[in-house]
């Protein structure tokens, strides 16, 4: 059963947000008891958002209703042609008890240019703020407070219509989902070892690798396999000889006066969480790159001493130093303290930010809960 709410003044976008509570919640001591080890995507809170987008309504139907199985017709044109993207963010509870997510202009505008490239409609950036809102609302008793706890927040959009000529569809659904979170590193942050695939590549020219769409991260699986049978937790993936990105975080390289290098491609998901760490670290008056970085530059870096580091950042993580990377034919380690001490003071000056422990001197917090 349900508990219907009477409608709510109409958004910033104009439109009126009609929302049903789930009368059948998880009780309390249930969901207490799911937060004290949530990991990660196994758990989903009480509601879910979702709006229609019609060719000749455009965006409407704004609601959040009790979170449930989605109804799809067998012929929807997302089942046959992958017409897809999502995006993935964090609510965080500060020590005062109000959440706060990071930046969400900038994951707004991501899926806003995801959405281009898969001919889905944009969603303006005032709605993809008002959703967080409207989810968080209902379901604020679902963000943890333990240390390097969150609720991650998963905004997707795919085409409904049902078709099965290939042409961009005339209906499309936004649907928001939220998760509790744990952290990432329960033992605290250890560093990775990643994979080289030389006979995989997520993306090439002209592709949808700069597109957060679900299938490139399905042709990450098979690699990612890979990886793990060699003994590591991620994978590398290169355009040719150009290093581009891990399956689903960005790579920076540390040279010995502390100089930060990373990948520019056409083909990277542009990272929010790497331009924020770029961003803090020209605060330091540390000297950042953005450039075309083969991977024969990283072999002879690290054997002539000029690369000290790595290290890869994403939502998820957040930042984890490079330990090793291992190939078929060679492998380049980072170790010892030089390899690892400034990927985690970004790290911890970053998390700090996103918990309320530190001074937000950019603004990047947007308070989520009033």
């Known amino acids: 059963m349900t508990i219907e709410l009477p409608l709510q003044a109409p958004s910033p976008a104009g439109l009126i947000w009609r929302v049903t509570r789930n ?74 008890g109000s959440v706060w997510t990071f930046r969400p202009d900038r994951n707004a505008a991501r899926l806003q240019r995801s959405a281009a490239r898969l001919a889905l409609p944009p969603l303006p950036t005032e709605l993809f703020i008002e959703s967080l809102k409207q989810l968080v609302a209902v379901d604020s008793s679902w963000v943890p407070s333990n240390p390097e706890e969150s609720l991650y927040l998963r905004p997707f959009m795919f085409a409904k219509e049902a078709f099965l000529g290939v042409r961009a569809a005339k209906k499309v659904a936004y649907y928001l989902i939220a998760s509790p979170a744990g952290a990432y590193f329960p033992g605290g942050v250890q560093p990775v070892n990643i994979w080289l695939s030389r006979d995989y590549a997520r993306a090439g020219r002209g592709g949808t690798g700069a597109a957060k769409t679900g299938g490139n991260y399905a042709s990450s699986l098979l690699p990612q396999e890979e990886a793990y049978k060699k003994g590591c937790q991620q994978v590398l993936f290169l355009d040719g000889e150009y290093i581009e990105e891990l399956g689903g975080m960005n790579l920076v390289l540390v040279t010995r006066d502390n100089k930060l290098i990373t990948p520019e491609s056409d083909s990277i998901l542009e990272g929010i969480t790497l331009a924020s760490i770029l961003q803090l670290a020209k605060d330091r008056g540390l000297e950042v790159e953005q450039r075309k970085l083969s991977i024969q530059e990283w072999r002879d870096g690290a054997a002539s001493g000029e690369i000290v580091g790595a290290f890869a950042c994403g939502t998820a993580a957040v930042v984890v130093p490079i330990g090793k990377l291992q190939a078929a034919d060679f492998e380049i380690v980072h170790d010892g303290p030089q390899a690892t001490e400034l990927a985690m003071s970004l790290r911890e000056e970053l998390t700090d930010i996103q918990y309320g422990r530190r001074e937000d001197t950019h603004g990047w917090l947007v308070r989520l809960d009033g």
């Open 23 to 96: 009368e059948e919640p998880r009780s309390d001591a249930e969901r207490e008891t799911i937060l004290q080890n949530p990991g990660f995507g196994q758990y989903f809170t009480d509601h879910m958002v979702d709006l229609c987008w019609s060719e000749k309504g455009g965006w409407h139907r704004p609601r959040v209703s009790p979170y449930g199985p989605i109804e799809l017709d067998p012929a929807a044109a997302v089942l046959h042609y992958s017409q897809e993207i999502f995006e993935g963010l964090k609510a965080y509870r500060h020590a005062d």
